[in-house]
């Protein structure tokens, strides 16, 4: 079974600074990877995603992700963090479930603050 | 991109009672549906797949007689939490995925969850 690890519940930042959230994974085959963001009591909205090709992964609001086979990581990196980006970052991989179609596996989410 | 919304996103109910949940894509069919559960400060935790036309897949440990899902149309996803308790407030996020990218890339789309709390 497929697994997910953030490290970091709670991470701040000040608005100006470069931010990196990272995220382990356990999946027998080659993963399907995402990195989601959530604002408060909202649904989850797609950064990026890595299903194969590229190792380096570019999002939208200017988000990158890393896909590190050998370390399974897929941490997501930001150079420059902008008040708005303050909310919960959740990573998850991806199992192919037939009819084009796969379930997700999140991780505990790290939550982002950010000092102005 | 696709548009998947859920009502309502607030309920408050007694215990005892029942109440349903509804997950609709608003732009594309979904053949498949997915219903998750988020306990605060938790991650979401993958209730059940709903697949149009024939019985959801639970996953393990999720009660199928206390979260009954109806998958009656391409484009509506029901849970009912039946007989609700004070723990079963949580907050309830489906998702979904248009069939017509048939490659296996494709961005799996989340409403904007359902509250429920419980009294």
């Known amino acids: 079974a497929q697994s997910v690890t953030q490290p970091d519940i709670h991470i701040t930042v000040s608005e100006g600074a470069s931010l990196e959230l990272r995220c382990n994974y356990s999946y027998g085959a080659t993963p399907y990877l995402f990195w989601y963001v959530q604002s408060p009591g909202q649904g989850l909205q797609l950064l990026l995603k890595?299903?194969?090709?590229?190792?380096l992964v570019q999002g939208i609001k200017g988000f990158e992700a890393e896909f590190k086979r050998s370390q399974s990581s897929f941490n997501l990196r930001k150079p420059s963090v902008h008040w708005s980006d303050a909310a919960e970052y959740f990573c998850a991989v991806g199992r192919y479930s037939g009819a084009g179609s796969y379930q997700l596996t999140f991780g505990k989410g790290t939550k982002l603050s950010v000092i102005p | 991109g696709a548009v998947v919304s859920q009502h309502p996103s607030r309920v408050i109910c007694k215990s005892g009672t029942s109440v349903k949940i509804e997950c609709r894509s608003l732009d594309f069919q979904a053949t498949t549906m997915f219903w998750y559960r988020q306990f605060p400060k938790q991650s979401l935790m993958l209730m059940a797949t709903?697949?149009?036309?024939?019985?959801?897949?639970?996953e393990q440990g999720v009660e199928k007689d206390k979260f009954l899902i109806n998958h009656a149309s391409l484009t509506l996803s029901t849970l009912t939490v039946t007989s609700a308790h004070p723990e079963d407030s949580s907050f309830y996020i489906c998702s979904a995925r248009p069939p017509s990218w048939t490659d296996n890339t494709g961005e799996l789309f989340f409403g904007e969850g359902s509250r429920l709390t419980v009294l």
């Open positions: 890595y299903f194969s090709g590229d190792t």
């Open positions: 709903s697949n149009e036309g024939s019985k959801a897949t639970y």
